[in-house]
């Protein structure tokens, strides 16, 4: 049986990864922060008690920042697969805190690949780039594209990026990058704009709020289904030989197109609820994030299945159903805001 070490494996693509994994028939082992509240929402489904003979599901505490925690952890667990996802990976967020995002995003990705150095563990391993490092690039972007990054986020993956290939020449790892667009799903972190708009528009269809305020409309995003795209991370590690690969749907979508087509499907004029909040502008914005993943096509047999209608039918879906638990609680007396987990 096959060992796979996910870390990010409470958030969305984690949790995606974790399913896809476990149907394969992987003992899959995660990596969480400790808190003083529970984050596993996403993973709840399949996790079972450690001490379940059954159970191929197992959770460990640990931090990006500590690299003596990822070296012992490697040595523990010693997996043949490492999917390195954890990040701070808001970009508004990394303007805001640019050092944290650095030190977790940027150099979280350098311990984990000196943890796998210094213990010899035979894993393959695949980081999470991201689509963001193309920035200001004009579009379509493919792997040979010059990396423009426009946050401190960015930056923070262009780094790990290059020395993930630092790490496979010199010690020769197999290590590959997964240069993924923008890709989400009902488990999207309600910060993010589609799962903003989704929850907000749901909402309003049901009276449970009056505006959504949102930043720039017109920035353009090629937008995929995180399910999709958790398979092309297992396929890199499947090859023969480490490489980079862009991973997309090769369509584009504004943010207003994203909003109007949520707020359509709900019989609502979106015009008479969003709002524009100029805090929600970046410093820098990417105007234009549009993918060429023909290589992936091609070398990895790999494609989206998800298309973009299915994909915000879905989060109106799984949206529309959580915001009618909450109505049904407010007009029980309860309040969402203060019992947060009655909504969940």
Known sequence: MKKAFITGITGQDG??????LLGKGYEVHGLIRRSSTFNTDRIDHLYKDFHDPQARLYLHYGDLSVSGQLTDMLYDISPDE???????SHVRVSFDMPEYTGDVT??????LLEAIRKTGVK?????A??????????????EGTLFQPQSPYAAAKVYAYYVVRNY???YKLFACNGILFNHESPRRGETFVTRKITRGATQIKLGLRDKLYLGNLEAKRDWGFAGDYVEAMWLMLQQDKPDDYVIATGETHSVREFAEK????????????VEIDPRYFRPTEVDVLLG?????????????????????????AADLELAQREKTLTDAGYSCNLNPHLCI
Not at 82 to 88: C, E, S, V
């Open 123 to 127: 894993a393959r391993f695949y980081q």
């Open 106 to 111: 940027g150099l979280g990705t350098l311990r």
């Open 168 to 170: 496979r020449d010199a």
């Open 129 to 142: 780039s991201s689509s963001e490092m193309f920035g200001a690039a004009p579009p379509p972007q493919h």
């Open 15 to 20: 949790s995606y990864l974790a399913e896809f």
């Open 262 to 273: 949520v707020f359509q499907k709900l019989d609502l004029d979106y015009h008479q609820y």
């Open 292 to 316: 060429d993943s023909s290589k992936a096509r091609r070398l990895l047999n790999w494609k989206p299945r998800v298309s973009f209608d299915e994909l915000v039918e879905m989060m109106i």
């Open 82 to 88: 490492i999917y390195h996802l954890g990040a701070q």
